[in-house]
């Protein structure tokens, strides 16, 4: 008989930080643990076990770890019997520190860990304080690849690679996630149908960089063919990934967005800057008449193609010139949307100690000006939204509970009334109004 089998269900407070990827692994660990009968708990107070999955690519996010871990430690005082963990970046990043530096932490395991988390676990539970962050060989890590947990859904996200070969200058993500492995492609495509099979109508394939999905892996299918074979899937309507390269955006790429209509008309594609000068610092592989040219040929494949972007503000030397470039790079590409964040200093990064270093001053003025100039930017697009047709994928109802809400092609969210029936159908929208951060609209007709 085992232990599992007889015990009652114990609590598990997950909190999960950072990008698309760690909340995938965090699926995985929802259903890793509920072999050893933990099941996921909303209020912190009915935990046995609080684990926290964490994200170290700015120190912002490093800190917010901390202060998360001092807010559970008076749990821990109340209750001694309560295990604390951490997981993700900052545990691949500081390993062993984090078990010196917090008392009351119980377990650490890192980005290639996951598989090893119930046995550290368990040994929490007999009073034992571990740490696990080695990395692990290419054929163990595809074997123990994260399949997504068994949610159903109409969206889903589905991991086809991890960590990442490129080393930008400034970025700690090839050191806390390894090395870039593409995951196999038959796994991928079954793991679709499966998902298909419960009601999945739209993927978004998840990677560090996954235009060079297969490019290292003889044996798998390329990026392009990947996006083929599920576009060719009768139940499934929509397909998108991220994130991508702007080095890696190939010809037969581009040609998918003319090919399939099943491909949306969104490609996330960070510049990082509008600058060669920083861009050749960053060790980006392209300049800015590259990543201009890649988006007029993603244009012209798909005309109204949405272009969303990341930069980053006040990398070391930033001038005052190069800070301009980026302004006008804004204009040229018209981003729908843009994510920019302040340059930080990351542990182990090239970066880290380039000379130039700015003041957060003014670090946050250009920070400032850009996001002004953004969201204008993105106003102009959305207002001129109104009154255009969209196909939105119904995904549910809306916050609030009185609208059905879903997402454009394009990618924006969109609110519309109408009958719960809809949920999981593509229809056609009128847009009405356009709002900060999504549009109202009319159903014109079911799709
Ligand atoms: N400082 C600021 N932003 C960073 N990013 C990655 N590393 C850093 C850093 N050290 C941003 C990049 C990336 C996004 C996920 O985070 O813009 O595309
Ligand atoms: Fe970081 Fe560059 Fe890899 Fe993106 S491509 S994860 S920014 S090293």
Known sequence: MSETAIAAPKGLYLETFGCQMNVSDSEKIVSLLSDLGYRPVTDPALADLILLNTCSVRAKAESKVYDYLGRHRLRKLKNSRLIIGVGGCVAQQEGERL????????LVFGTHSLHLLPELVRGAERGERRSATEFIDTETRLNLFPQAADTGGITRFVTIMQGCDNFCSYCVVPYVRGREISRRS????????????RGAREITLLGQNVNSYGLKSPDELHFADLLREIAAMDDIQRL????SHPRDISPELIACFAELPKLCGHIHLPAQSGSDAILERMNRGY?????LATVTSLRKARPGLAVTGDIIIGFPGESEADFEATLSLLEEVRYADLFSFVYSERPETAAAGYSGQLSRGVKQQRLERLQRRQHEITGEICEALVGTVQRVLIEGVSRRGDQLTGRSDANRIVNVPGDASLIGQLVDVTICQSHPNSLLGELSREG
């Open 240 to 243: 998108r990934f991220t994130t």
């Open 287 to 291: 300049g800015r008449e590259e990543y």
């Open 99 to 106: 078990l010196k530096r917090v008392p009351y932490l119980d």
């Open 186 to 197: 038959a796994e991928i495509l079954g793991e679709i149908r499966e998902m298909a099979g």
